[in-house]
């Protein structure tokens, strides 16, 4: 599987050269190193909610329990990067501004976001029949993403925010990065991407053969 | 089962009517049993009880005032509006209800319910929490749009959920835990809105001009959104 290798050298290469070369924001300091791992896990978290939107919109179109298995495998990996995002953020937080948590509109968001993934499994727990909790949870999480663009565009409109910006994108919206920080911060973009892909192929065909057993034992 | 007076008209009347029809079929049953219009009101005068004896004279900013009537109101909210879609699970009437009308004229019909119900409880809980607390209003008409909007956009957003969890095993619990990711945007933009109605005396419409596009977008999102959606949740 050559592709594994080149997964494996891209996070060896993210891990080292994230420590070695300088830190990516001078005004911040080393602390601002927590980028390069940060945003990659708060981008796969969101990459997985989109992926499970889409396997619950296809399942309410076709009816095909794999897409649930797919929207399932998804919103379990997401949950799991999401706390990731989350616990990253908070330690940043804790060295630049001298809290863990201060409802910054974008810890609100990703809060919300780790909000409705609990609500997800809590409702796929508490419903009865495959495809009555498919159909059900399919559902919900359309209606959840629906709420996404009022949290990522319009709520930093009312509420102010701390949240560093210009690393990747100027205040007037031009690209400012530096090459030796792009050099990290794509590499690991595209190799935590690479990794969610992984896991959740293989959480997929866990859940698939899973399914497969217990339809075999009630027939 | 009794399903009371109330004829439901046949399939090839209008969607105006047909949600009417719902409508008036879930008040006259309500009013019935008093079910959801008990307990949405008493949540309602409890909580604000506890906010007036804790914190009501103590002349706090507009801010904390605020939040605290939304979050009685969110509350009082998840303590009834489920019931519409509940009670026709429980009592196993909607299979008939599916039979005599379609799915959109039943989410409407149940929406305009809901939201009647939000109405009746802040037309009660509004002019006590001004007497109970040392609130004061600076613009009554700003208020007054936030609160119908932000009603508008709690009622779309939670009949759907109600819908959802009526499926489902544990149901109580359940619809406060659905609903609060879903209604966070609008409670900030609605918390936001009160606050600028209850504090800013210059030309508060123009300052509170994003809460007021963000409860107007949200309310319009949510119920096409469900609109689409309600038919997978109803249909067995």
């Known amino acids: ?219 | 089962m009794k399903r009371g007076s109330t004829v439901l008209p046949t399939s090839s009347s209008g969607l105006a009517t047909k949600s009417l029809a719902v409508l008036r079929k879930d008040i006259l049953s309500e009013f019935r049993t008093r079910y959801a219009i008990n307990a949405i009101l008493l949540f309602g005068v409890t909580t604000l009880t506890v906010v007036s004896f804790s914190v009501g004279q103590l002349g706090l900013p507009a801010d904390v005032y605020a939040a605290l009537f939304w979050i009685i109101i969110f509350f009082s909210a998840m303590s009834g509006l489920a019931q519409v879609f509940v009670k026709e699970e429980e009592s196993r009437t909607a299979i008939v209800l599916r039979l005599t009308s379609d799915p959109t004229a039943i989410y409407l019909g149940k929406l305009v319910f809901n939201f009647l119900l939000l109405a009746l409880l802040e037309l009660v809980i509004t002019p006590l929490f001004f007497v109970l607390t040392d609130a004061r209003m600076a613009n009554v008409g700003l208020f007054l749009i936030v609160l119908l909007v932000g009603s508008l956009g709690l009622a779309g957003a939670s009949t759907l959920i109600a819908a959802i969890i009526s499926k489902a095993s544990i149901k109580g619990a359940l619809f406060a835990v659905l609903s609060f990711p879903i209604l966070l945007p609008l409670l900030i933009g609605a918390i936001a809105g009160t606050r600028k109605a209850l504090g800013v005396t210059e030309s508060p419409f123009s300052a509170a001009a994003p809460e007021l596009q963000l409860l107007i977008s949200y309310a319009v999102v949510m119920i096409t959104a469900s609109l689409l959606l309600f038919e997978f949740v109803w249909e067995e």
Request: charged fraction near 15%; include cysteine; hydrophobic fraction near 55%.
């Open chain 1, 1 to 219: 599987m050559w592709w594994k290798a080149i997964l494996f050298l891209l996070m060896a290469w993210v891990i080292a050269a994230a420590f070695i070369l300088p830190a990516p924001q001078q005004g911040i300091g080393e602390a601002s190193r927590i980028f390069y791992f940060h945003v990659p896990q708060a981008w796969v978290a969101a990459v997985a909610f989109v992926v499970s939107m889409i396997a619950s919109i296809r399942y309410l179109r076709k009816g095909d329990l794999l897409d649930d298995d797919r929207a399932r495998a998804a919103a379990e990996l997401g949950f799991l990067f999401c706390v990731l995002a989350t616990i990253t953020g908070s330690i940043f937080a804790k060295v630049t501004w001298q809290s863990f948590w201060n409802w910054d509109p974008r810890e609100t968001s990703i809060f919300i976001l780790l909000l409705i993934y609990g609500a997800y499994f809590a409702l796929r727990s508490a419903v009865d029949g495959a495809e009555k909790k498919a159909r059900l949870a399919a559902v919900y999480s359309i209606f959840a993403f629906v709420t996404v663009p009022f949290l990522m565009f319009i709520m930093p409109r009312v509420l102010p925010s701390l949240h560093p910006s210009d690393s990747v994108v100027g205040s007037s919206g031009e690209f400012a990065m530096s090459a030796s920080t792009a050099a990290v911060f794509f590499p690991s973009l595209i190799a935590f991407t690479v990794l969610f892909f992984w896991i959740y192929s293989i959480g997929v065909r866990i859940y698939r053969s899973q399914r497969k057993r217990m339809e075999e034992q009630e027939s």
